[in-house]
């Protein structure tokens, strides 16, 4: 019986990525994204994350036809940047809305399926930047440190029912998420030109970063697992930022980020 995914945000990046894995699987894979998109062997239905009366019934509609959901798929989000002083509320509430709250409502939606089956795979797309908190990208770190933490919360809550839920951490990622990001260099001369300068490395970093296969092949390789961590970085250097936040003190960590980002 071929398995049944959902992935939001599959459109694009590692969501569209994740969408041809699983479909190379043989799975049956529906994407749910703002924007229909063609793609072999894929259902794409629209819906914005933010809006969770049109999410859930998207995915009401999965669950009509396959009678089961097997594993969801959180990749929708986008990233902002500029100073946290200078960030605008709506801005930073759009953020958390998206990257946060519409991974909520994609896990609110698929829950009572997979709580009646006594399965199922939770997988969000969270960020090493929850582990490390960038400078001028603030509130993307925030909105993916939150995801870390609900995912933990929520991998305790479900556990009774035979649901795994994990986070997956990738690093610096060659997708059109460093096009797609808001950009606001306000205060820029007042930081001495500390945003923009931030921003390019951090840019740049991306586009010589992993490709999104590369990402897309560990989440499938979760999804296939009988048990996986909470919490998963991808690459070994990668891995290895995320052990040195457990091992080296907050003061240290976080003067080496600023030399890097920072500065």
Not at 53 to 71: H, P, Y
Not at 100 to 122: C, E, H, S, W
Request: overall charge positive; some cysteine; charged content about 20%.
């Amino acid at each position: 019986m071929r398995k049944v995914v959902v992935i939001t945000g599959g459109t694009s990046g590692i969501g569209a990525a994740c969408a041809e894995s699983f479909a190379a699987r043989g799975c049956a894979v529906y994407t749910i994204s703002r924007h229909e998109k063609q793609m072999e062997n894929v259902v794409s239905l629209c819906a914005d994350v933010t809006d969770a009366v049109s999410l859930s019934q998207q995915i009401e509609a999965v669950i009509e036809k396959e009678n089961r959901i097997d594993t969801l798929v959180c990749c929708a989000g986008f990233g902002i940047s500029g100073a946290l002083e200078y960030t605008e509320s709506n801005d930073a509430h759009r953020q958390l809305e998206v990257n946060l709250f519409g991974t909520d409502n994609a896990v609110k939606a698929v829950l009572p399926q997979m709580r009646k089956q006594g399965y199922g795979k939770i997988i969000a797309v969270s960020s090493v930047a929850a582990c490390v908190a960038i400078p001028f990208q603030g509130w993307y770190s925030v909105s993916k440190a939150a995801i870390n933490a609900y995912i933990l919360a929520l991998a305790n809550e479900v556990r009774p029912w035979g649901i795994r839920v994990c986070a997956v951490m990738p690093g610096d990622i060659q997708t059109e998420f460093t096009s797609a990001r808001q950009k606001s260099v306000v205060g820029d001369e007042l930081y001495e030109g500390r945003i923009s300068r931030s921003v390019f490395r951090m840019e740049k970093d991306e586009q010589n970063g992993i490709s999104p296969k590369t990402v897309a092949r560990k989440i499938v390789r979760i999804a296939v697992k009988r048990k996986a961590k909470p919490l998963c970085s991808v690459g070994l250097s990668y891995q290895l930022v995320c052990l040195l936040t457990k091992i080296l003190p907050t003061r240290i960590l976080n003067y080496i980020v600023f030399h890097l980002y920072g500065k």
